[in-house]
């Protein structure tokens, strides 16, 4: 029977829902609602946590949602809501560089690999985001291809096009995108 517990918590974003999880020590998952991934990451957590999950919401997941609100209404750049990754060292290392890439600016998968000294991992860096289960907050949206595209971002190229306009100040309706 596990010990720990995984408080879940459902809201709205301009976006789309989200799904926002946390234990007593920090956010674990921010995860849009209507992807593939969701689920596998939950139990992932569970797993790595030793925990089961609660529906209801901790100071983690009050604060998660009010700095969103924030971001998402233009006035917050710096998330401080405390964080709680279980992960490899190295993919730990892969989300902390993703969190030091500014408001506002990306890099592409190489300019993060080479920022972690590791040049020729850029396949292990792309993977390490992907494995990200925070959105937004661990900004793996600010990744872009070395030409420029938009690839890989687990809540769909739209939604990454959308974050990465608002943070350039670009006001793009989110139906415009797709229906939410």
Same mark, same amino acid.
């Given at each position: 029977m596990p010990n720990n517990i995984i408080y879940t918590h459902r809201f709205s974003t301009?976006?789309? !829902?989200?799904?926002?999880?946390? %234990?007593?020590?920090? *956010?674990c998952l921010l995860e849009f609602l209507n992807?593939?991934?969701?689920?596998?990451?939950? #139990? !992932?957590?569970?797993?790595?946590?030793?925990?089961?999950?609660?529906? &209801?919401?901790n100071e983690f997941i009050r604060q998660t949602q009010a700095e969103l609100h924030d971001y998402f209404s233009g006035s917050l750049k710096t998330f401080s809501v405390p964080l709680h990754t279980p992960a490899?060292? =190295?993919?730990? @290392? /892969?989300? !902390?560089?993703?969190?030091? +890439?500014? =408001?506002?600016? %990306? /890099?592409?998968?190489?300019?993060q690999a080479e920022r972690m000294g590791r040049a020729a991992a850029v396949r292990a860096v792309a993977n390490a985001n992907g494995q990200n289960r925070v959105s937004i907050i +661990?900004?793996? #949206?600010? /990744? +872009? &291809? @070395? !030409?420029?595209? *938009?690839? &890989?971002?687990g809540g769909g190229l739209q939604r990454k096009q959308w974050l990465l306009a608002h943070e350039c100040g670009e006001h793009i309706y989110a139906a415009d995108l797709f229906s939410v």
């Open positions: 301009p976006l789309g !829902d989200m799904v926002a999880c946390a %234990t007593e020590q920090g *956010l992807t593939q991934r969701l689920e596998r990451e939950q #139990h !992932d957590l569970m797993r790595l946590l030793n925990a089961r999950l609660l529906a &209801g919401e490899t060292p =190295f993919q730990q @290392k /892969v989300w !902390d560089t993703l969190q030091t +890439i500014p =408001f506002g600016q %990306t /890099v592409s998968y190489q300019e +661990i900004p793996c #949206h600010r /990744v +872009i &291809g @070395k !030409d420029g595209s *938009l690839t &890989g971002y």
